[in-house]
């Protein structure tokens, strides 16, 4: 029943590849448990269990490991975007396009140009 309630959860955990993942309910408490790729994909499992279950949902516990730590994501540019763009995506914030052109200096050489199918480093704040 409580597995039901919690289906769009499970669906956005394979949507994102989530690795080692167990799925088990125990006296009408889900138990998930997996590794997230970064930790921007962990938050995304986290604001999905919420937006079900509230803030603080007593019917489910997720244990949700991280498997790179080094990077909040990485990004692969799509056609139209700008990093003030992208930025304000991971950040709620546009101008925080500086710290992500930095973390990607070793590909970028001005902030005012990225090409689509580029992968950029979002880093941790």
Do not use: C
């Not at 949507?15 to 309910?25: A, H, R």
């Not at 279950?53 to 516990?61: C, F, K, L, M, R």
């Amino acid at each position: 029943m409580v597995k039901a309630k919690y289906q769009d959860v499970l669906d956005l955990g394979q949507t994102l590849n989530i690795q080692n993942g167990d799925v088990t309910e125990d006296n009408g408490v889900l138990k998930v448990k997996g590794t997230a790729g970064t930790q921007y994909e962990k938050n995304q499992l986290w604001d999905k269990i919420k937006e079900i279950g509230g803030e603080s949902p007593g019917d489910i516990v997720a244990d949700i490991d991280v498997a790179d730590t080094s990077v909040y994501h990485r990004h692969i540019v799509k056609s139209g975007e700008s990093l003030s763009k992208i930025a304000k995506h991971y950040f709620k914030d546009p101008m925080k396009y500086k710290e992500i052109f930095e973390a990607n200096t070793h590909i970028l050489k001005n902030p005012d140009v990225i090409h689509p199918d580029q992968e950029l480093i979002i880093p941790n704040l």
